[in-house]
């Protein structure tokens, strides 16, 4: 399931406020800027930073 990009032009990173990319592969979004991936769960981000993963 894709991301509308309507949808992502509107979130940010809730730590950051930064713009976040989609990653289809990992139906996660990214915030470079953090260093963290949110994830995207039954078509729903979940943008909680308690349940981001942290990023190498």
Do not use: F
């Amino acid at each position: 399931m894709d991301v509308d990009p309507k949808l992502l032009e509107i979130l940010v990173c809730p730590m950051t406020k930064a713009p976040l990319r989609y990653d289809r592969e990992k139906q996660e979004l990214i915030s470079d800027q953090a260093k963290l991936a949110y994830p995207i769960r039954d078509g729903i981000p979940i943008m909680l930073p308690t349940e981001a993963r942290a990023l190498d």
